[in-house]
């Protein structure tokens, strides 16, 4: 299926999709809520509109970018994402929480293309919308009009997923799903990317400051388990989960 690039193999993607899977084009256009002919014409050409086809994605289990060009998108992360992702991951389930809370806490609500779009245009500087409209490669005025409440077709979704160097699931819905990473990774992310520039680099330092201290904990968590501190005072000291206490404990005995 790699070999399958392109707009026009649309229609392949689909045949080997429904094959894979078991279906037939009346079950599957049954299964979707779709009308009788609506895959078959997928199938013939036709290119489906942004909502169909992230409904076909979710069905195949495959993310809307590969099936509407054979390209996968969805390994668009920043290298800061990348970063906070591996802070979190040193940090223990308590700090976790903390971390998933403030972000919580400053996260926006965008629950609109337009709005997403917006922050997107913000975040990275691009004030001239013709300029910006002519580097995605669509259409003249195009960018005016979807801040504006138009809607772009999955083609112009796509150039702007490229562009922008998101998922078309996230600037379609706001849903990030990064190959690699769980479902609570990929929730974080999802509410990483509804912040401003400043408010990003708020949550990047909350993390490092929570990374710096649990860095001092761990030391003095060493220290007192070397001097046979009793696990009950050490939780009454430091605010530590059983789970991470007894990782540390295994890391001391190996």
């Given at each position: 299926m790699?070999?399958?690039?392109?707009?026009?193999?649309?229609?392949?993607?689909?045949?080997?999709?429904?094959?894979?899977?078991?279906?037939?084009q009346k079950d599957?256009?049954?299964?979707?809520?779709?009308?009788?002919?609506?895959?078959?014409?997928?199938?013939?050409g036709?290119?489906?509109?942004?909502?169909?086809?992230?409904?076909?994605?979710?069905?195949f289990?495959?993310?809307m970018?590969?099936?509407?060009?054979?390209?996968?998108?969805?390994?668009?992360?920043?290298?800061?994402?990348?970063?906070?992702?591996?802070?979190?991951?040193?940090?223990?389930?308590k700090q976790?929480?903390?971390?998933?809370?403030?972000?919580?806490?400053?996260?926006?609500?965008?629950?609109?293309?337009?709005?997403?779009?917006?922050?997107l245009i913000?975040n990275?500087?691009?004030y001239?919308?013709?300029?910006?409209?002519?580097?995605?490669?669509?259409?003249?005025?195009?960018?005016?009009?979807?801040?504006?409440?138009?809607?772009p077709?999955?083609?112009?979704?796509?150039?702007?997923?490229?562009?922008?160097?998101?998922?078309?699931?996230?600037?379609?819905?706001?849903?990030?799903?990064?190959?690699?990473?769980?479902?609570?990774?990929?929730?974080?992310?999802?509410?990483?990317r509804?912040?401003?520039?400043?408010?990003?680099?708020?949550?990047?330092g909350?993390?490092?400051?929570?990374?710096?201290?649990?860095r001092?904990?761990?030391?003095?968590?060493?220290?007192?388990?070397?001097?046979?501190v009793?696990?009950?005072?050490?939780?009454?000291?430091?605010?530590?989960?059983?789970?991470?206490?007894e990782?540390?404990?295994?890391?001391?005995?190996?």
């Amino acid at each position: 299926m790699d070999t399958l690039i392109g707009f026009e193999s649309l229609g392949e993607r689909l045949r080997v999709l429904l094959k894979q899977v078991g279906y037939s084009q009346k079950d599957a256009n049954e299964e979707l809520g779709f009308s009788p002919n609506t895959l078959g014409n997928y199938i013939h050409g036709r290119i489906p509109k942004p909502e169909p086809l992230y409904e076909l994605s979710k069905f195949f289990k495959v993310n809307m970018d590969w099936l509407l060009t054979g390209e996968d998108t969805t390994k668009y992360i920043r290298d800061e994402e990348l970063q906070l992702i591996q802070t979190y991951r040193t940090l223990h389930e308590k700090q976790q929480e903390k971390a998933r809370c403030y972000l919580v806490g400053i996260a926006n609500a965008f629950n609109g293309f337009d709005k997403r779009l917006h922050l997107l245009i913000e975040n990275g500087g691009h004030y001239n919308h013709e300029e910006l409209t002519k580097n995605a490669g669509l259409p003249e005025n195009s960018i005016s009009r979807y801040l504006n409440g138009g809607t772009p077709g999955s083609r112009a979704l796509y150039q702007l997923s490229k562009f922008f160097e998101v998922s078309m699931e996230w600037l379609l819905i706001g849903e990030v799903i990064i190959e690699g990473f769980s479902e609570e990774e990929n929730q974080f992310i999802q509410n990483y990317r509804t912040l401003k520039l400043k408010e990003q680099g708020e949550i990047i330092g909350y993390m490092n400051g929570l990374l710096e201290e649990w860095r001092l904990n761990e030391e003095v968590i060493i220290k007192m388990l070397q001097q046979n501190v009793s696990e009950d005072i050490i939780k009454s000291v430091i605010d530590i989960s059983d789970g991470a206490l007894e990782e540390i404990k295994n890391q001391l005995n190996t």
